[in-house]
């Protein structure tokens, strides 16, 4: 582990990467954690998953049943290229996109759409002459998620620029270049976002080998590094083993837990895949059970995490290569853990037993879907851009209502705050009143 005066700050040229990469890149969104009370829960979504940062959230009591419409449409507005989860404050959302050669974040009002304040910075498209592609060219970045504490908007674009704005203005608080700042070698497409803990906001440093590194959320100052080692796309993970709280970072090979205090590596389990690309963040349950799945044949696996002291033990319970997580995000309900398993070809939604890893159903009438849990319901919102509403247990799905709302590759994982539903895809950003 690095102390905050080695770090590293001239610059280095960056590195082009393979076209294969990037397209999985382009759809890697990510998260960022806060720690809420039940209050703040209704009111706002600080963060990529929702205030647990799980994907369940309380909510108004929810429609079962929609007009031949579909839900209740409040606003749409454009909103260009991009796969930032809609981030709710009070009455102000936040969310990134592309324009031409600007990466933009942009403060919205919750009840109309209508632009409040806009941040914008350089942010070109990278030429690959190997591929004779522009990186990004299967779908612009940004591919972080905003986070929001303490009213300051923490954003980091695809190239690394890394800014912390006021909520309500979008005034600069504080910025860096990370790619600058931190000398980091070879193409760092950033596509996880930032977490927050303990007045720190924490961030892996892009695809590079140089670990992760944790900012004082007031000034930008350098807290603490951990360790270099190989990262993949997908977003850390808070989670507490044993009244100790850790952070779980996707390396490309590997599942690494690291003291959430000074980054300290506490513990690594192997998770091979082919490409290197660990992208769908992991899943932790009350049990102290933590699943974690990814592509191009990295397979699920179960793992239970105890503490003795200051070690770490991790039993792999089971394991399974027929289930592979792309890029959406898996929930675990009860003993259920539901995802869209599949790659580049169909994904079908899925439901494992948490115990066992046994597989108890396949539907497969939705393409690979983002998944929420609300009112005791479970909404889908699928990349050719149907949303759904239904009911779920060991015995399979049963759909309430469903309707095509988006164009294709929406990719962006829905936002519920007390009954409004924020979903985007390519083109638009829509609000849906789902009240029952």
């Known amino acids: 582990m690095y102390g905050v005066e080695n770090v590293p700050k001239p610059n280095m040229p960056r590195i082009e990467m393979s076209r294969c990469i990037t397209l999985t890149l382009t759809m890697a969104l990510s998260v960022a954690y806060s720690t809420t ?4 829960i209704v009111l706002s979504w600080p963060q990529w998953g929702g205030p647990a940062r799980n994907f369940h959230v309380t909510s108004d009591e929810l429609a079962r049943e929609w007009p031949d419409s579909g839900p209740p449409e409040l606003w749409r507005r454009a909103l260009g290229e991009g796969y930032s989860a809609v981030i709710v404050k009070d009455d102000t959302l936040v969310t990134m996109y592309r324009a031409g050669d600007n990466e933009i974040i942009v403060g919205l009002n919750a009840h109309t759409g209508s632009t409040r304040w806009e941040y914008s910075y350089d942010a070109p498209l990278v030429y690959d002459g190997y591929f004779d592609v522009w990186l990004n060219s299967a779908g612009p970045g940004p ?36 790619v600058d700042y931190f000398d980091l070698i070879g193409y760092n497409a950033f596509a996880s976002s930032p977490i927050t803990y303990n007045g720190d906001v924490v961030l892996p440093m892009g695809g590079s080998s140089h670990g992760v590194v944790a900012f004082d959320r ?17 977003s850390p ?17 590997e599942v690494v837990g690291l003291d959430a205090r000074n980054g300290e590596r506490l513990w690594s389990q192997p998770h091979a895949n082919d490409l290197g690309l660990n992208i769908s963040v992991p899943v932790w349950g009350p049990d102290q059970r933590l699943f974690v799945s990814s592509a191009y044949n ?7 995490l105890h503490r003795d002291g200051n070690d770490t033990s991790i039993d792999e319970l089971w394991s399974t290569n027929r289930t592979r997580l792309h890029f959406t995000n898996a929930l ?28 108890l159903w396949r539907e497969r009438s939705f393409a690979r879907a983002h998944l929420l849990h609300a009112d005791g319901l479970l909404l889908l919102v699928d990349e050719d851009g149907d949303i759904a509403i239904a009911s779920v247990s060991d015995q399979g799905l049963d759909v309430h209502a469903r309707k095509a709302l988006l164009t294709e590759n929406a990719w962006t994982p829905p936002t519920l705050v007390g009954s409004t539903l924020y979903v985007r895809d390519r083109k638009e950003i829509v609000a849906f009143n789902l009240g029952k």
Not at 237 to 253: A, H, K, M, N, P
């Open 37 to 40: 009370t039940a209050q703040e």
């Open 143 to 178: 591919y972080s998620s905003p986070l929001i504490a303490d009213n300051i908007v923490y954003a980091v674009g695809v190239n690394g620029q890394f800014h912390a704005l006021d909520v309500r203005t979008g005034s600069l608080r504080w910025s860096h270049d990370l």
């Open 218 to 234: 007031e000034t930008g100052a350098v807290t603490w590094q951990s360790e270099s080692f190989p990262l993949g796309p997908g």
């Open 237 to 253: 993970l808070l989670i507490t083993v044993d009244e100790r709280d850790q952070l779980v970072v996707w390396g490309q090979q």
């Open 298 to 304: 990295g397979g699920s696996r179960m793992l239970q």
């Open 332 to 359: 675990r309900i009860g003993n259920l853990v539901l995802c869209s398993s599949g790659d580049f070809g169909p994904a079908f939604l899925t439901a494992l037993d948490a115990e066992t890893g046994k597989e």
